[in-house]
Every structure is written in C-alpha cells, then in structure tokens.
Nanobody, 119 residues
C-alpha cells in the first residue's frame, strides 16, 4: 500500500511564509509527477503546482512568483514553499503523486493539511 503523509500547515499572518512537505511511502517502484492542490470552503479543488520527475514545474497563475515547488526523488518527497501568503490562500492543501507500483501507475492523495492566512 502507498501512503502520502503531509506536514507543515498552520496559521500564519498575511505576508508570512509556510513550507509544506509530503512524503510517499510504501511499496513504490517509482514516482512520476507530484503536486499540490487546494480546496477552500465552498469551492472546487484547484491545482496549485506540479513537478515532474525530471524537475519541470507548473504553477497556477495565482501563486506564480510566491510559491515554489520542489522534490527530493531519493526521499519520494515533495515540498511547497509558500511566501507572501494572502488570506485568499486559506484552504486545505492536498498532496498528489503518480506512483508506479510494479507495472501499474496509480494516483494517490494525502489526507490534506489546513493552511489559514489571517489578514
């Protein structure tokens, strides 16, 4: 079984920073793309940032220049450095990974971590 365990959420004032981490564990052959999504109350889940196994990245327009996604392939871990946080960044943040187990790839999600930005 594969698990994604997130950490690093919390409460921060506007303009502050937080760093999220997500580690994949279990019977893993390889990890393809990893990413972060978020869901605010009453809204649909939206993409925040993704990173391919080779390191290429993609960001939502709303976070470009403020958030940085990175990964450590040796640790099967993805990070999200969030700077200049705004109240509209408040949401539950979910980690996602495309994991290859033996010969099959499947999508896995973390349990979510709350990020609250106060004004």
């Amino acid at each position: 079984q594969v698990q994604l365990v997130e950490s690093g959420g919390g409460l921060v004032q506007a303009g502050g920073s937080l760093r999220l981490s997500c580690a994949a564990s279990g019977f893993i052959f390889s990890v393809n793309a990893m990413g972060w999504y978020r869901q605010a109350p009453g809204k649909q889940r939206e993409l925040v940032a993704t990173i391919a196994s080779g390191g290429s990245t993609n960001y939502a327009d709303s976070v470009k220049g403020r958030f940085t996604i990175s990964r450590d392939n040796a640790k099967n871990t993805v990070y999200l450095q969030m700077n200049s946080l705004k109240p509209e960044d408040t949401a539950v943040y979910y980690c996602h990974a495309g994991v290859v187990v033996i010969a099959t790839m499947a999508n896995y999600w973390g349990q979510g971590t709350q990020v609250t930005v106060s004004s």
